[in-house]
């Protein structure tokens, strides 16, 4: 009888690892006529979408290199199973009949709709299609702003890793100008901030000129700052706060809080407007936190965006051989990592209490509040 010598025809709906893998597997019976359907001519190797959406791996394989001799891919969505008639119905119209079919379309996680503007703004990455307008749309980001994952499911820190590390990977640029600095033995050089290590934090601690003060929400951070033995000794880095004031009130306000760190006056400098911590038009268009002037404006910033203001912000930088490069600034809450306080409160039923700016000089707790200020 011919119909027993008639090749079983086996229908794959899903070119995923479950669809590939049973097709590949089928081949081991000679008397299997293999189809797989697959909406795209590429394998998705789903597992790493999240290091393609941050450029680090492309995740598609061409199916020619995973699938065997005999099984015939067809590029195509299934639409519907006529069960009765044993028939695969495709996108194009087209029916595909089967002894068996083997149903492999995978998963597709939904937005999580208790996440407030998740489903408006979120690009979801659990399909290469998603993934590929999410890795568009941080093409276009500057590589510095931030990016915010929902989720933290083995996904979501994967993705937040990989997006991580592509800030590592960020590319240093030169420093080719000659920044003077006043410290205590005098004028020293960028690179002489880096104490002989190779790579240099520098915290820009905002001077509040109308009132001659280092700023309180600045000094907060400061306070909140590690015993430096760990950068220094642990991981041959310097942090180092630099202001522009004159160096005689640096030295005055670092005696008044006690602290340790090494700090410098980049008074006179370009060193605080070329890092968009200070606003002077006549020296360099006004820029803070990636922002421009009309932006900050319009957000209400425009104390930052006055000549003559500062801002604060993170500066990192290394050294190769004495040629100083700049790898990273952040300014705002994009320095908000670095109060360790707000970590020990976010513990607390309490939480944070105090905004940044409500913070006072640890000196004068229980005072009346006698300077309004901005961070
Ligand atoms: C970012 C990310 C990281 C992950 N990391 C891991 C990990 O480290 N380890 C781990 O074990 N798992 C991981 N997973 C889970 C893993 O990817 C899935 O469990 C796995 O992909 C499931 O395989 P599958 O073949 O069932 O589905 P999929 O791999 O999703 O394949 C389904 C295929 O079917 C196609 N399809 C859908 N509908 C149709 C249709 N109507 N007609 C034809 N074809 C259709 C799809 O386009 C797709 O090609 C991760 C998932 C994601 C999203």
Redesign the pocket.
């Known amino acids: 009888m011919t119909k027993h010598n008639a090749p079983v025809k086996v229908v794959v ?9 049973a097709a590949n597997h089928l081949r081991l019976r000679a008397d299997v006529d293999i189809t797989l ?4 001519p590429k ?9 393609f ?1 941050a450029g680090n791996y492309d995740a598609t394989v061409d199916y020619g290199t995973l699938l065997g001799e005999g099984v015939s891919l067809v590029v ?4 519907r199973i006529d069960t009765a008639a044993r028939k695969v119905e ?2 194009s119209g087209a029916l595909l009949d089967y002894d068996f079919v083997i149903y ?6 939904a937005t999580p709709a208790s996440v407030p503007g998740a489903a408006e703004f979120a690009y979801p ?4 299609e998603t ?1 590929q307008r999410l890795r568009a749309a941080i093409d276009e980001l500057h590589p510095e702003a931030p990016i915010t994952v929902v989720g933290a499911g ?2 979501g820190i ?2 937040a890793s990989e997006l991580a590390e592509q800030r590592r990977a960020l590319p240093a640029v030169a420093i080719d100008k000659d920044y003077v600095f006043e410290g205590p033995d005098g004028k020293v050089a960028l690179i002489d901030l880096f104490e002989g290590r190779s790579q240099l934090i520098v915290y820009h601690f905002m001077w509040l000129h109308d009132i001659d003060e280092g700023c309180p929400s600045c000094s907060f951070a400061v306070d909140d700052m590690p015993d430096p033995i760990h950068l220094n000794e642990g991981a041959d880095t310097t942090l180092a706060l630099v202001s522009r004031v004159p160096y005689t009130r640096v030295s005055q306000f670092k005696a008044r809080m006690g602290w340790q760190l090494p700090w410098y006056s980049s008074h006179g400098s370009d060193f605080n407007y070329d890092f968009h911590v200070s606003s002077d038009e006549s020296k360099t268009p006004i820029e803070y936190n990636y922002k421009d002037k009309a932006t900050l404006n319009r957000e209400g910033l425009e104390y930052v965006a006055t000549n003559g203001a500062d801002g604060q912000g993170v500066s990192v930088f290394v050294q190769d051989g004495g040629k100083v490069f700049h790898t990273y600034s952040a300014y705002g809450v994009g320095a908000d990592v670095m109060l360790s306080t707000y970590r020990f409160l976010d513990l607390t039923p309490l939480g944070r209490q105090r905004y940044i700016n409500e913070w006072p000089w640890h000196d004068t707790y229980g005072a009346p509040d006698r300077h309004e200020h901005h961070h």
């Not at 195509?76 to 639409?79: I, L, N």
């Not at 990455?125 to 290469?128: G, N, S, T």
């Open positions: 709906i899903g070119g995923g690892y479950a669809g590939t893998t359907v697959n909406p795209r394998f998705v190797e789903r597992i790493r979408l999240h290091q959406v195509d969505g299934a639409t495709l996108g492999a379309v995978g998963s597709t996680g990455i659990a399909e290469l993934a083995l996904t994967e993705a």
